[in-house]
């Protein structure tokens, strides 16, 4: 079990989604709900949770009622604004996905698990494995499993993770001469 795929690329079709075009063309200037479920789930799985939110504003009461797809999107999403982890994970086993967005649902879940594991990393030095378990949606045997790929320790007698720390990215320094002629640059610009 691999958490480390990396997101599918999605920018491209999200801008499609998005662009106005696609609303011009539709009948009203309003987009069918499949243009809408795609978009909001593209924002989700992107952790894009401002423009998901706007996005919500934006769609028609008549389509958010009509379509329950649409409203188990937006509850994924509510559990991602509140960092719900477990509620993200229940809310999206909990909804059978449209065959469009079944993948995107699976990548927002896959995506999650991978944000979860790496908060964890940052902030525990060592967890409870049933605590984690839950907050990256496995069940605990899944889940010590998955740490020990990761390169993690589990104590199995006491049930417990203790997570690696990531390793901080090296700091890339300006040498002084670079940093010299950009200041250089940077006022010469403001003077003329």
């Known amino acids: 079990m ?9 920018s491209f079709l999200a801008k499609q989604l998005n662009s106005s075009s696609v609303q011009s063309k539709a009948p009203g200037g309003i987009a069918n709900p499949q243009v809408y479920s795609q978009l909001l789930a593209l924002y989700l799985l992107h952790n894009d949770m401002n423009n998901a939110r706007y996005l919500w504003k934006r769609i028609p009461p008549a389509i958010k009622s009509a379509h329950s797809e649409l409203g188990g999107i937006w509850e994924v999403g509510q559990k991602i604004w509140q960092r719900d982890f477990p509620g993200i994970y229940t809310s999206i086993s909990a909804c059978q996905w449209s065959e469009a967005i079944q993948p995107v ?3 927002v879940r896959d995506a999650t698990r991978r944000r979860a594991f790496g908060l964890v990393s940052q902030a525990y030095t060592s967890i409870s494995a049933d605590d984690f378990a839950a907050f990256v949606g496995l069940s605990v045997e899944e889940a010590v499993k998955g740490v020990i790929e990761q390169g993690w320790q589990a104590d199995l007698a006491t ?8 390793d901080s990215a ?3 320094l300006i040498p002084n001469e670079q940093q010299l002629a950009r200041l250089t640059d940077y006022v010469a610009f403001l003077e003329n």
């Open 170 to 172: 090296p700091l890339s």
């Open 105 to 107: 649902m699976e990548a």
């Open 159 to 166: 049930r417990m993770v203790m997570p690696k720390k990531p």
């Open 2 to 10: 691999c958490f480390c795929r990396k997101l599918i690329p999605v």
